[in-house]
């Protein structure tokens, strides 16, 4: 079981930035790809952006030159930088990582990102 404790979503001006931080439990966790990914009510829950073991991430076309994502493996911990936030970043960011491919069936409890004036 993987367990994932999410934290750094608040309310920012548009333009702003926030980053995210997601601590895995177990070190069995940095052998497992990371993810972030976000939902707005009434909405699916969408990628962001994930992070292989190597460190080789893939982002949403709607974040690629303003989010960053990066990995500490010694800890576990997956980082996402939001830099040039926009109001349609308004979201529950949540974390996920796991066995196999992501998404998998561990996540975060969620972080409220909200983009506002």
């Known amino acids: 079981q993987v367990q994932l404790v999410e934290s750094g979503g608040g309310l920012v001006q548009p333009g702003g930035s926030l980053r995210l931080s997601c601590a895995a439990s177990?070190?069995?966790?940095?052998?497992?790809?990371m993810g972030w990914y976000r939902q707005v009510p009434g909405k699916q829950r969408d990628l962001v952006a994930t992070?292989?073991?190597?460190?080789?991430?893939v982002y949403a076309d709607s974040v690629k030159g303003r989010f960053t994502i990066s990995r500490t493996n010694a800890k576990s911990t997956v980082y996402l930088q939001m830099n040039s936030l926009k109001p349609e970043d308004t979201a529950v960011y949540y974390c996920?990582?796991?066995?196999?491919?992501?998404?998998?069936?561990?996540w975060g409890q969620g972080t409220q990102v909200t983009v506002a004036s």
């Open positions: 996920n990582s796991g066995p196999g491919r992501l998404p998998s069936i561990y």
């Open positions: 177990g070190s069995i966790t940095r052998f497992y790809d």
């Open positions: 992070i292989s073991t190597g460190g080789s991430p």
